[in-house]
């Protein structure tokens, strides 16, 4: 009797979560997102009570940054395995071992990884399955995370300096072009419209024509360069920290030539690595360095716009949306920066077992890092406590349904069974 009362209450419920929608698809194809390693996301959240939702722990360091597709986060660790874990419930999907610890962050392009050991060997892997499809073998180490685009091209550079163009559409290796740049790369390879800029750890910094692989121009620089640049491709303008003598620099640039913008010299607190530039829509770049502060400068003039203290050495590179920041810590392990208001920044920070150097990636709602405990972590929003007035008023709530519910339930009965009566009444 009661079938179509229950009918209405489920239709009222359906009715309220209708206008629900379920974010979180957001993909990151690389280190960085984005070709030009801008590290900038559509959406990150900000939040403000931080916590880990689940955890996947693996039998190696995991240094590296990780990428996502809709469904899956992938990333490789030292003991050179490439792994796949479910984005929504990490859970293992599969496991694929190459030659050699993993110290590149893979790419995805359309369905397949693209992922290169410390032993020099390249690898295209079915992104579902973990299959290989095939391998390319290089002459020395690949520490520099390969660089994907969409049309199924992937760019890596070795240590001995060799950079290679690769075919990804075909289920063999096709060299499309590979130079001799002769240098050690540690800094991935950067894409800005028709030029690939590589960074050597001598301080050089090369463009190469995207099509032929032709060197059109040379810049050095004070340094040694050891992190992956990012690119404004709107003004044309690379941002790259060197090493040795801790400088930001701000090359401009254009398909023929290249010639420092500003810099800025730092006072060296701390002598470790420095990070890849996350850089904003309106241009201005956020960087963190050897002064343990998080700064954002005007990407035109390098003049300071903000600051956070950080009170560490970094070595996570951060992300960056609108108005929000997000990067791993020493002793605390994530921190989020909304910097709405530049006069007073919001902040919210969390521990995790270890610390994180990798660059983190956001689908929208979640933000995932490795940790070098091992642990891949999913970080969303703490769950608070109700408190009991709420709870009370949500049981009157379900109560007044069950009510309605049943009332709506009784009225249909009589309706439906007790017709004829009521007809031969009317007669």
């Known amino acids: ?37 801008s590290g900038f996301s559509d959406v990150i959240p900000y939040h403000s009570f931080p916590s880990v939702k689940w955890s996947f722990k693996t039998q190696g360091i995991a240094d590296t940054s990780l990428i996502l597709s809709d469904a899956t986060v992938f990333f490789g660790d030292a003991t050179g395995t490439l792994r796949a874990v479910d984005k929504n419930t990490g859970r293992s999907v599969w496991n694929f071992t190459i030659g050699g610890s993993i110290s590149a962050t893979p790419c995805l392009i359309n369905d397949h990884i693209v992922a290169a050991g410390i032993d020099g060997t390249v690898y295209k892997i079915d992104k579902s399955h973990g299959f290989e499809r095939w391998r390319s073998f290089s002459a020395a180490p690949i520490l520099s995370s390969p660089l994907c685009l969409e049309n199924d091209i992937a760019i890596v550079a070795d240590q001995n300096g060799i950079v290679t163009k690769y075919n990804m559409a075909l289920n063999l290796p096709e060299v499309m072009w590979s130079v001799d740049l002769d240098g050690l790369f540690r800094a991935a390879p950067a894409l800005s419209s028709s030029l690939v800029i590589l960074c050597n750890a001598a301080g050089n910094i090369t463009g190469l024509d995207f099509t032929t692989g032709k060197v059109v121009w040379n810049l050095q620089v004070n340094g040694s360069i050891w992190d992956t640049p990012s690119i404004n491709d709107k003004d044309g303008i690379l941002y790259v920290g060197a090493l040795n003598s801790y400088i930001l620099y701000a090359i401009e640039f254009t398909a023929t030539s290249a010639s420092i913008k500003w810099e800025h010299t730092f006072p060296v607190t701390v002598s470790f690595g420095s990070v890849t530039p996350a850089i904003l829509p309106t241009g201005d770049v956020v960087f963190g360095a050897w002064d343990y502060r998080v700064v954002c400068y005007d990407g035109q003039t390098g003049q300071e716009k903000w600051v956070y203290r950080l009170g560490e050495w970094l070595f996570s590179s951060p992300i960056v949306s609108d108005n929000v920041l997000a990067f791993g810590g020493i002793t605390t392990a994530l921190h989020f920066i909304s910097f709405q208001n530049e006069q007073s920044l919001q902040t919210a920070t969390m521990k995790l077992e270890g610390y994180v150097m990798g660059s983190p990636a956001t689908d929208g709602v979640n933000v995932y890092v490795l940790s ?38 009784y009225i249909c009965s009589k309706k439906y069974h007790s017709g004829p009566k009521y007809a031969q009444l009317g007669g």
């Open 1 to 37: 009797m009661l079938g179509i009362g229950w009918r209405v209450m489920v239709g009222v419920v359906v009715c309220m979560l209708g206008g629900m929608v379920v974010a979180g698809d957001q993909v990151w194809t690389q280190y960085r997102r984005y070709g030009n390693h």
């Open 372 to 409: 070098r405990d091992g642990g891949l972590y999913c970080i969303g929003e703490r769950k608070r406590s109700v408190s009991s007035n709420t709870l009370l008023i949500t049981a009157i709530v379900a109560s007044v349904c069950l009510v309605v519910a049943a009332v709506v339930a």
